[in-house]
């Protein structure tokens, strides 16, 4: 068991706890019957889904896609002429290697998820606010009971 | 170290992504949701992803629970469940 833990668990723990809140989402989505407790839920799965793109990107001892100011290229070009300087610059500034950098791909992605998300949560929002001025509830059987009753076309 | 970190994070995200859906205030809710945005935040910066933290704390953070609040505000505070 311990060994399991070491081996399979602690490693992989951002996809562990990726699954474990992904399940709370979608528990909260079918269980709940509040309406904001669903959409809070849906939410929680969106940013479960993110965290797992994200730990996709994530590699040992590296550092945040950022090039640093000097990268090797820069001054080769300018000082072409001095051909022993140039050589230097290289040694001084060597090129940056992709293994330092976490993978920015996925962060791209995410990005774009982050904000059709709540773009989705705020029209969500939205049509349960009409739906309690309707009804006069936003618990989700309350309101359909009062949909089978027919008494909601008043 | 850094793992450490990771795990703490990882643990108090689910540890309020239960809480914000148990508790039935629905005000309340909404801010332990605040909570959890600005861990996920948290984890985010800690994880290399710079960008996605900046933007989940301004729009993830920030708007939805505006969002929340405003739409509680409107309607009833107390939840069934």
């Known amino acids: 068991m311990r060994e399991f833990i070491e081996n399979f668990v602690q490693p992989h723990f951002n996809y562990w706890a990726y699954v474990i809140i992904m ?11 509040n309406l904001i407790k669903k959409l809070i839920g849906m939410s929680i799965f969106q940013t479960a889904i993110i965290l797992f793109y994200v730990s996709l ?9 950022i090039a640093p100011h000097h990268v ?11 051909h022993a300087e140039s050589h230097d610059d290289h040694k001084a500034h060597p090129k ?24 989705t949560l705020g029209v969500a929002l939205a049509v349960s606010q009409s739906l309690f001025k309707d009804f006069g509830t936003l618990e989700e059987d309350e309101i359909l009971e009062q949909i089978k009753s027919g008494d909601y076309y008043d | ?28 809710a909404s801010m332990i949701f605040g909570i959890y945005s600005f861990l996920i935040c948290l984890l985010w910066a800690e994880m290399g992803a710079v ?15 505006v969002f929340l609040i405003a739409t509680v505000y409107n309607t009833k505070r107390r939840s069934s469940d």
Do not use: C
């Not at chain 1, 399940?23 to 019957?33: P, S, T, V």
């Not at chain 1, 090797?72 to 001095?82: L, N, P, Q, Y």
């Not at chain 2, 170290?1 to 629905?26: G, P, R, W, Y």
């Open chain 2, 1 to 28: 170290m850094i793992e450490h970190f990771n795990i703490i994070i990882l643990v108090l995200m689910i540890i309020t992504a239960i809480i914000s859906l148990q508790v039935k205030d629905l005000l309340s």
């Open chain 1, 96 to 119: 940056p290697v992709a293994d330092d950098y976490s993978n920015p791909l996925p962060h791209v992605l995410m990005l774009t998820a982050i904000v059709v998300g709540v773009a």
């Open chain 1, 23 to 33: 399940m709370i989402g979608l528990w909260a989505l079918i269980a709940k019957r």
């Open chain 2, 51 to 65: 960008d996605v933290a900046f933007t989940e704390a301004a729009v993830g953070a920030g708007v939805s629970a």
């Open chain 1, 57 to 65: 990107g994530v590699k040992d001892g590296a550092t945040i896609p």
């Open chain 1, 72 to 82: 090797a290229g820069d001054h080769a070009d300018a000082h072409d002429s001095e």
